[in-house]
Each structure stands twice: as structure tokens, then as C-alpha cells.
Nanobody
């Protein structure tokens, strides 16, 4: 059974930093792209960053200046380093992993999300 688990969320003041982690485990044959999304209250889920198996990172919008995605292929883990956090970064952050599982099916798996709250 494939499992995607995020961690590292929490409460932080504006200007602070957090590092999110997402680990994929269980019946993984090949792990391809990994993604971070976020969903703020009352808003649609949006893409934050993505990274290929070879480490090519992409950032839609302006988050690249403050957020950095990276991965450790040996650990099947992706990270999101978030610096200079702003109130508007408050959201549930979700990890998505595209992989081939032990049934030879290639699909996307989502984690349950981790809450990031930026507050004074």
C-alpha cells in the first residue's frame, strides 16, 4: 500500500521559516515527479512547486523567491523550504507523488496535508 505522509507544518510568525517534508513509502517501483500544492480557506488548491526525478524544479508564479523544493531520492522524500513567510501563506499544504506501484500502475497519490499557519 502506497503511503504519502507530510510533516513539518505548524504555527509561525510573519517573516519566519518552515521546512515541510513528504515521504512516499510502500510498494513503490518508480517515483517520478513530486509536487507541493496548497489550499487556503475558501480558495482552490494551487500548485506551489514541482520537482522531477532528476531534480528539475519548477515554480509557478512568484513563490520561487521565497520557497525552495528539493528531494532525496534515496529516501523517496521531497522537501519544501519556506522562508519569509507571509500571512497569505496560511494554508493546508499537500504533497502529490506520481509513481509506478507494485501493481504496475502509474498514477498520482496525494497525502493528507499539513497545516501551515502564519500569524502574529
Amino acid at each position: 500500500q502506497v503511503s504519502i505522509v507530510e510533516s513539518g507544518g505548524g504555527l509561525v510568525h510573519p517573516g519566519g521559516s518552515l521546512r515541510l517534508s513528504c515521504s512516499a513509502s510502500g510498494g513503490i517501483v518508480t517515483l517520478y515527479e513530486m509536487y507541493w500544492y496548497r489550499q487556503a480557506p475558501g480558495k482552490e488548491r494551487e500548485l506551489v512547486a514541482s520537482i522531477s526525478g532528476g531534480g528539475c524544479a519548477l515554480y509557478p508564479g512568484s513563490l520561487k523567491a521565497r520557497f525552495t523544493i528539493s528531494r532525496d531520492n534515496a529516501k523517496n522524500t521531497v522537501y519544501l523550504q519556506m522562508n519569509n513567510l507571509k500571512l497569505e501563506d496560511t494554508a493546508v499544504y499537500y504533497c502529490k507523488a506520481v509513481l509506478t506501484d507494485s501493481d504496475d500502475v502509474t498514477r498520482a497519490y496525494w497525502g493528507q496535508g499539513t497545516q501551515v499557519t502564519v500569524s502574529t
